[in-house]
């Protein structure tokens, strides 16, 4: 037990047991002691006692000043406003009047909006004005007039705005009234944001002309990509890229575009486009990285594809090793592949042996076994030829390799 609540506790009993020589004043004295002590509870007790016996005018306004403010801090807003009310124009340098103002504004608009509205418009100042519209209160496009008239800051008028953003024509009333330089770079995205999803494209570029940020350039490109300036969509893209991050569907439209108009483009733009590795990935990545030549890219990538999506390289094995842009030891993960004879042909014609048998390391089929032989007999490996020739059924594939297997 806290040394707080053991003095309160024996203060309480010997109130109690001395009934006889017990007055007013000793709840007031409990009432002080506790919430000095932040015992706003027993506080509470003490001071209700007080004001409903005692006589003495400043400890009645001062338990009620403090009972307002209890009340307050535990939400119990009507109590806290008819305490408020009782004391609110007493002359008392123990209360602060300033902080009574804004409490009061608070309450009105916990207990009684119509008396909140009114009190607002009889003191129209930023204060008041932010008071009300971070309430639940309801405003209006009269309340909304009254703050274009009166606020000084823009931040008042901000919060307007997040009041009415379902209504664009007050929100434009508002953003007609704001000094545009002298808003934050925060505000200037809500706006353009906020233009933008409202079709209101000559407010959007005005915000466009002074401010610049990832959110507000996504939006540049997604209305050049709309009204089919592509050109000037991919001019923009390749700016800002390397600044800011600029989504997904810009990246795949980027890659479009590239493709449209017969560009080679940053095959890691692939990543931002389709951002899991599936075989559409591959198909797209692959295709960028064997347009750009680079053996060692080409490589790296194919190496680093689990089993499920390279696949996607099927379709420019034949180029690839036709070009001779893999230089990896995978050569055996072709064999899936539905072309794998024409890679086989084109290894063949190019006397890559080695790479020919490890594509047929593993035969399913006679025409499997065909390629297989040609592997084993460019190696030198006559015997594991003949075996392999001889395990062929279709005649007509062996008939082929007649003099390939001696």
């Given at each position: 037990?806290?040394?707080k609540i053991?003095?309160?506790?024996?203060?309480?009993?010997?109130?109690?047991?001395?009934?006889?020589?017990?007055?007013?004043?000793?709840?007031?004295?409990?009432g002080?002691?506790a919430?000095n002590?932040?015992?706003?509870?027993i506080a509470?007790?003490?001071f209700?006692?007080?004001?409903?016996?005692?006589?003495?005018?400043?400890?009645?306004?001062?338990?009620?000043?403090l009972?307002?403010?209890?009340?307050?801090k535990?939400?119990?807003y009507?109590?806290?406003?008819?305490?408020?009310?009782?004391?609110i124009?007493?002359?008392?340098?123990?209360?602060?009047?300033?902080?009574?103002?804004?409490?009061?504004?608070?309450?009105?608009t916990?207990?009684?909006c119509k008396k909140a509205?009114?009190?607002?418009?009889?003191?129209?100042?930023?204060?008041?004005?932010?008071?009300?519209?971070?309430?639940?209160?309801?405003?209006?496009?009269a309340?909304?007039k009254?703050?274009?008239?009166?606020?000084q800051?823009?931040?008042?008028?901000l919060?307007a705005?997040?009041?009415?953003a379902?209504?664009p024509?007050?929100?434009?009333?508002?953003?007609?009234?704001l000094?545009?330089?002298k808003?934050?770079g925060s505000?200037?995205r809500y706006?353009?944001v906020?233009?933008y999803?409202?079709?209101?494209?000559?407010?959007?570029?005005k915000?466009?002309?002074?401010y610049?940020d990832?959110?507000?350039?996504?939006?540049?490109?997604?209305?050049?990509?709309?009204v089919?300036n592509k050109?000037?969509f991919l001019?923009?893209?390749?700016k800002?890229?390397?600044k800011?991050?600029?989504?997904?569907a810009?990246?795949?439209?980027?890659?479009?575009?590239?493709?449209?108009?017969?560009?080679?483009?940053?095959?890691?733009?692939?990543?931002?486009?389709?951002t899991?590795y599936?075989?559409?990935f591959?198909?797209?990545?692959g295709?960028?990285?064997?347009?750009s030549?680079?053996?060692?890219?080409v490589?790296?990538f194919?190496?680093?594809l689990?089993?499920?999506?390279?696949p996607?390289?099927?379709?420019?094995?034949?180029?690839?090793?036709?070009?001779?842009?893999?230089t990896?030891?995978?050569?055996d993960?072709?064999n899936?592949?539905?072309?794998?004879?024409?890679?086989?042909?084109?290894?063949?014609?190019?006397?890559?042996?080695?790479?020919?048998?490890?594509?047929?390391?593993?035969?399913?089929?006679?025409t499997d076994?065909?390629?297989?032989?040609?592997?084993?007999?460019g190696l030198?490996?006559?015997q594991?030829a003949?075996?392999?020739?001889?395990?062929?059924?279709?005649?007509?594939?062996?008939?082929?390799l007649?003099?390939g297997a001696?």
């Amino acid at each position: 037990m806290s040394e707080k609540i053991r003095r309160l506790i024996i203060v309480s009993l010997l109130m109690f047991f001395c009934g006889a020589a017990y007055s007013a004043d000793d709840d007031y004295i409990l009432g002080l002691n506790a919430f000095n002590d932040g015992l706003y509870t027993i506080a509470a007790g003490g001071f209700e006692r007080y004001v409903s016996d005692g006589k003495d005018s400043r400890k009645l306004d001062y338990s009620r000043y403090l009972l307002y403010r209890i009340y307050l801090k535990d939400k119990k807003y009507e109590k806290s406003y008819d305490n408020l009310q009782k004391v609110i124009n007493s002359a008392d340098s123990r209360f602060d009047k300033k902080q009574m103002k804004t409490d009061n504004m608070i309450l009105l608009t916990q207990t009684d909006c119509k008396k909140a509205g009114e009190a607002v418009r009889a003191e129209p100042d930023d204060l008041m004005l932010d008071i009300y519209m971070e309430s639940k209160c309801p405003v209006d496009e009269a309340f909304i007039k009254l703050v274009l008239e009166k606020a000084q800051k823009d931040e008042t008028r901000l919060k307007a705005v997040n009041r009415v953003a379902d209504k664009p024509d007050m929100v434009k009333s508002i953003f007609g009234t704001l000094d545009l330089s002298k808003l934050s770079g925060s505000a200037k995205r809500y706006f353009a944001v906020y233009f933008y999803q409202n079709k209101e494209y000559e407010l959007f570029w005005k915000i466009r002309d002074v401010y610049e940020d990832a959110d507000v350039v996504t939006l540049e490109l997604d209305r050049y990509w709309t009204v089919n300036n592509k050109d000037t969509f991919l001019d923009r893209y390749e700016k800002y890229r390397s600044k800011y991050s600029l989504g997904q569907a810009n990246a795949c439209r980027a890659i479009e575009q590239y493709n449209t108009a017969g560009k080679d483009f940053d095959c890691n733009l692939v990543n931002e486009c389709i951002t899991e590795y599936t075989v559409d990935f591959v198909k797209i990545k692959g295709a960028c990285l064997a347009k750009s030549g680079n053996a060692e890219s080409v490589t790296e990538f194919m190496d680093s594809l689990g089993k499920k999506i390279f696949p996607g390289m099927c379709g420019y094995g034949e180029y690839i090793y036709a070009n001779g842009l893999y230089t990896g030891s995978g050569d055996d993960r072709f064999n899936v592949c539905g072309n794998r004879y024409k890679i086989a042909d084109i290894l063949a014609q190019k006397g890559e042996y080695s790479r020919l048998a490890k594509m047929f390391k593993k035969t399913a089929t006679d025409t499997d076994r065909y390629y297989a032989v040609i592997a084993l007999n460019g190696l030198g490996k006559t015997q594991e030829a003949v075996k392999m020739l001889n395990s062929i059924k279709d005649a007509s594939i062996k008939a082929k390799l007649t003099g390939g297997a001696k």
